[in-house]
């Protein structure tokens, strides 16, 4: 079955950085746009940053652009994102899936990583 395990958030400062992973399985993940999603308490759940199959197009959301990286590595299905000069309002449980013209593609979801921006 479709399964998504994010990792590699945590505590971080105002300016700091994070590095998060998404290993998938389930899927021919080469054939699949990759996406990464955050849900803040209270809030929706939102698409920050996507990339194409092959890797070479990608597009954020205005609140995170030039500040965060998606990247992904076929080989590992394995989907990253480079998350730099982060901000409080950053703060929230990072999701990966794939998204499609009308949503996520998948309705299995992972348990997430926290991320979590305080001095």
């Known amino acids: 079955q479709v399964q998504f395990v994010e990792s590699g958030g945590g505590l971080v400062q105002p300016g700091g950085s994070l590095r998060l992973s998404c290993a998938a399985s389930?899927?021919?993940?080469?054939?699949?746009?990759m996406g990464w999603y955050r849900q803040a308490p209270g809030k929706q759940r939102e698409l920050v940053a996507r990339?194409?199959?092959?890797?070479?197009?990608?597009n954020y959301a205005d609140s995170v652009e030039g500040r965060f990286t998606i990247s992904r590595d076929n080989a590992k299905n394995t989907v990253y994102l480079q998350m730099n000069s982060l901000r409080p309002e950053d703060t929230a449980v990072y999701f990966c899936?794939?998204?499609?013209?009308?949503?996520?593609?998948?309705?299995?979801w992972g348990q997430g990583t926290q991320v979590t921006v305080s001095s």
């Open positions: 389930g899927i021919r993940f080469r054939l699949y746009a």
């Open positions: 990339i194409t199959n092959g890797g070479s197009s990608t």
């Open positions: 899936n794939s998204p499609g013209t009308t949503g996520p593609r998948f309705d299995a």
